[in-house]
């Protein structure tokens, strides 16, 4: 099984442009969580899906960032536009239907400068 | 709310020394109680897990018990290696599909030799 996969793995961009992270979930999961990990604030769920559609987005800091979620194996995570306090990790998981288990990608990491 | 609080690191040991990170819990209801390891510049993986009260979860040396009364999950491990440096994070959710995980702020561990 390949995993979770994220893509890309790092990211530098200037404030103000558009970013888009994007994830693959296992084959067979249907819920997808986008977490954003830094120093200062830790791990901070941002989103999750059930069955493509978001059930809870109350992690989402502000209008800036977007998330979608079109079909079972597709996830993008947008932020438009970019602020350097966006830097950080961003993390994919997925988990499927019978376990509350989850399995996270490799994570991008992001600069914005 | 629910929310899991952990030690405060870094905890710092030498190789083949005991291990404890403390964990406790708050939670309405019966969650399922994980810890999940970070290793540098990686994803987090799920260590070990314990879905009911006195059930004791362990991998790779790693054990930890869902203490009920105590609303605790410490993680032990007899002898530590190098290898296990790492961020550790326990974590909470519910017996449902699909729902998202509580982290605590993870406990970084440094093994030297």
């Known amino acids: 099984d390949a995993g979770v996969i994220q893509s890309p793995r790092h990211e530098v961009t200037e404030m103000g442009q558009e970013v888009t992270l994007r994830c693959k979930p296992i084959?067979?999961?249907?819920?997808l969580f986008w977490y954003r990990q830094t120093m200062m604030r830790g791990l901070e769920l941002l989103i999750y899906f059930n069955n493509n559609v978001p059930i809870d987005d109350s992690g989402m800091p502000e209008d800036r960032f977007s998330a979608k979620m079109p079909n079972a194996s597709f996830s993008t995570l947008k932020i438009q536009p970019s602020e350097p306090r966006d830097s950080a990790v961003y993390f994919c998981a997925s988990t499927e239907a019978v376990t509350d288990t989850q399995y996270f990608g490799p994570g991008t990491r992001l600069t914005v400068l | 709310g629910n929310s899991v609080t952990q030690m405060e690191g870094p905890v710092t040991l030498s190789e083949e020394a005991f291990l404890t990170i403390n964990c406790t819990y708050t939670?309405?209801?019966?969650?399922?109680l994980f810890w999940y390891v970070q290793y540098p510049g990686e994803g987090l993986q799920l260590l070990l897990k314990?879905?009911?009260?006195?059930d004791k979860g362990s991998n790779k040396g790693f054990e930890a018990t869902y203490r009920k009364e105590t609303t605790s999950f410490h993680l032990e491990k007899g002898s530590v290696q190098v290898s296990d440096s790492a961020v550790y994070f326990c974590a909470l959710s519910f017996n449902q599909a699909g729902t998202a995980l509580i982290f605590g702020k993870g406990t970084t561990l440094s093994v030297s030799s």
């Open positions: 939670a309405t209801g019966y969650p399922s």
């Open positions: 314990a879905t009911k009260a006195d």
């Open positions: 084959s067979g999961h249907n819920s």
